[in-house]
């Protein structure tokens, strides 16, 4: 039988089946990507780190809550809970992974995936530390930044003595849980030995050992401390720069965050510059580039911060030439 359909009743149902476009069309649009976001440090902690790296993620067209969910796991510098974190977020079928506070972060990411792309920030060597075949060509799904915090504790070494050049005894504090620990030793005890400086070291991986080793300090008479970088560090900063307060003790620290805490001075690269590229390098993947053919970037930039209020309480005054060589003084 012939079915013979009026022109009235087929604008009826051609408006019908138009009406009805937008909504399959809205059904069948990708689901936002999600940045799964594994940091050793806290929320806390992390936020100059976070503001930077969304400024970097919005250069290539990507903010967050709008067109991008960021999903965070917070390991509080406790080192063991990064695998089950980055497995979580492999099982989430996250679209990359960054990982933020160095070396265990970045290999629990590796451990746990070898196909969703991977952006990390390392203190210290990333091929040397078995993440990517070479700084210019990385291969695999890694790529990244590199801070060099390993290697400059005798640059901290020599500002810190400039501030404080009577110091007989300068103590290093060192979380012997971070995998460039072994190398900043090496490369501050060289420098103390070429200066003829006594170099005493000291482990805490704990608040209870950084208890500790404070009482040590003071046991041994040192007379000024250098903090090697670590994640566990950067959650204790208030606890940290309180314990120098409460010695006297003069303190230079590797991130700026904790000079704006009340330390004495820092000197590291630069979180900013740092992150932001990390931010740039993620939204980059999610438009599609592939992270074997993103050369690893170092820093340009080392920033010195000196903090006056805390020198004064100190009773210490700060050289004209330091002074000429910081790139910020709180006053």
Do not use: C
């Amino acid at each position: 039988m012939t079915v013979t359909i009026g022109r009235r009743e087929l604008l009826v149902a051609l408006g019908g089946a138009a009406a009805a476009w937008p909504l399959a069309a809205r059904a069948q649009q990708p689901a936002m990507p999600v940045i799964g976001y594994l940091s050793m440090r806290s929320a806390k902690s992390d936020l100059p780190m976070l503001a930077a790296f969304r400024q970097g993620l919005n250069e290539t067209g990507f903010v967050e809550g709008k067109n991008v969910t960021i999903e965070y796991r917070w390991g509080d510098g406790q080192y063991d809970r990064l695998p089950a974190f980055a497995a979580n977020l492999v099982r989430q079928r996250v679209a990359v992974i960054v990982t933020s506070g160095g070396g265990p972060a970045a290999l629990a990411a590796k451990m746990a995936t070898t196909e969703i792309p991977v952006v990390f920030n390392m203190g210290e060597d990333a091929v040397r530390a078995g993440l990517i075949a070479s700084i210019n060509r990385p291969g695999g799904n890694l790529t990244g930044v590199m801070s060099l915090l390993d290697i400059l504790g005798a640059k901290q070494l020599g500002l810190l003595r400039e501030l404080v050049p009577r110091a007989s005894t300068i103590a290093m504090l060192v979380n012997p849980n971070d995998t460039w620990a072994e190398t900043q030793i090496a490369h501050t005890q060289t420098a103390a030995r070429e200066l003829g400086q006594e170099l005493i070291v000291l482990n805490a991986s704990a608040e209870s050992e950084i208890n500790a080793a404070f009482s040590t300090m003071s046991n041994r008479r040192a007379g000024a401390l250098l903090v090697v970088a670590s994640p566990l560090f950067v959650t204790r900063a208030d606890h940290l720069v309180a314990l120098a307060a409460s010695h006297a003790l003069p303190a230079i620290y590797f991130r700026r965050e904790l000079a704006d805490a009340g330390g004495l001075m820092s000197y590291g690269s630069s979180t900013n510059e740092m992150y932001s590229q990390m931010g740039i390098y993620t939204g980059k993947i999610l438009n599609g580039a592939k992270p074997a053919d993103l050369p690893v970037i170092q820093p340009t930039k080392f920033v010195l911060v000196i903090n006056l209020k805390t020198a004064r309480a100190l009773g210490l005054e700060v050289p004209p030439k330091l002074l000429a060589l910081a790139d910020e003084v709180i006053e």
